[in-house]
């Protein structure tokens, strides 16, 4: 019988199945951040309880660190709590800590692949939703809560009902100008934020394929921002050729025996899927969104809707979210002034990002009017932007290179958005207050978050490459 790729990972990791109940799942890679551990670890101190394999999780210290002078002792009680409670639990249970100072720290969702811990047909878990970021490689990879955590350390198992299955196909090339942020964003807008609910989402079609893994991972980064449990796309040369020498990846025969593993890991001709949808690449333009989740999406160029307009049949407080933006129904964003940029988070902050900014920036000056905060998601990609001279005309331009961590995305640390203010970010959820108490958040990509830095208000990045 042909199966899907999610059916091929689940199967491989089922320890065994209750009747009319979930299956017990074996958990390949655990990620664990400052957050969302103490309690898990409090819980097992309680207990009497071990980590069960303490090499198989990974920590490292994101949400809640400040994003310069990382050198210094942290200024914030709470972040410096946090850390601090992380480093002691790691080093009672055994647990490698990638923490400020180490090369390898940075945002989890950036680190366990660049560092080549995220490898193909795993099941990997972290008590933080975005952990679908790992699906791009063909894993089965999701989100947590704390109780969860603690489960996958004691065990190195979940308990898990099977998802329904989803393949989303997008056809065709992307535009000048268009990223995968905006094909995201662009699915998200068309589907809604419930429209992937209870499904596993598959990514294929040209477009998928013919995305860098960077662009694969912002793809499957924001599945759960239309409700689904996870995103995946099945592994390729694009996927061998990223992993090829990355510090925790396979080598030598070993190397030989995982490709032969890893090339099985697709979808098989007649396998079935509970939904299917298709999306042409070339009506995706750049996105933005105008209101106060994911779903509020449109093309930079279009008018905000009118109250009326409800995505997919979906109801929402279309008037509260609006008002919440000051932004009226029937206008355009394009030239609406804002004052402040982030570009950063597990969706937006890796080296290829930076990249795409500089391109954008070079030889320009940001408008006087922003302030920009422009933040690598790990150590490494703060070093290779140094050693690119990324830095330099990002400097040139009058923004400055900070230190990573997931900062502005969340506004857990010092780096928030002002109370009424706009802010274009590259992050991946535009709720109310998320940036800051009463920040104003409009999703976009870096090359759309670059052009608006320059010209100090909403711009198309079209007009300016």
Known sequence: MDKTLFDKVWEQHVVCEINDGPSVLYIDRHFIHEVTSPQAFTGLNEKGLQVFRPKQTIA????????????????????RKQVSVLTENCKTYGIELYGLGHPYQG??????????????????????????????????????????VQHVLATQTLLQFKPKTMRINVEGDLQNGVMAKDLILYIIS????????????????????????????????????????GGMIAPDEVTFEYLKNREFAPRGKAWGKMISYWNTLHTDVDAVFDRKLTFHAEDIAPMITFGTNPGMGMCIDEMVPSPEHKLNGETYSFDKSISYMNIDSGTMLLGK????????????GRI????????????????PN?????????????????????????EAAGFELRQPGCSACLAMNEDKIPKGEYCVSTSNRNFEGRQGPGSRTLLASPLTAAATAIKGYIADVREII
């Open 107 to 148: 945002i989890v969702h950036v680190i366990g692949p660049e560092l080549g811990i995220t490898q193909p047909g795993m099941t990997i878990v972290c008590g933080d939703s975005h952990t679908s970021t790992h699906g791009a490689f063909g894993n089965i990879a999701f989100g947590i809560g704390t109780s969860e």
């Open 60 to 79: 490292t210290a994101d949400h809640n660190v400040p994003t310069y002078d990382q050198h210094l002792p942290i200024k914030n009680a709470l972040s």
């Open 352 to 367: 290829e990002d930076l990249r795409q900014v500089a391109r954008v920036v070079k030889g320009r000056k940001k408008a």
């Open 370 to 394: 922003i302030t920009a905060l422009i933040v690598p998601g790990s150590r490494q990609v703060e070093a290779m932007a140094r050693k690119e001279g990324i830095d330099k005309i990002l």
């Open 190 to 229: 068309k589907i809604g934020m419930g429209g992937a609910t209870g499904y596993f989402v598959e990514y294929s079609g040209q477009a998928i394929r013919n995305l860098s893994m960077e662009s694969r991972m912002t793809v499957c980064n924001m599945s759960i921002e239309m409700g689904a449990r």
């Open 337 to 348: 002034k804002v004052n402040y940029v982030f570009i950063g988070s597990c969706t937006n």
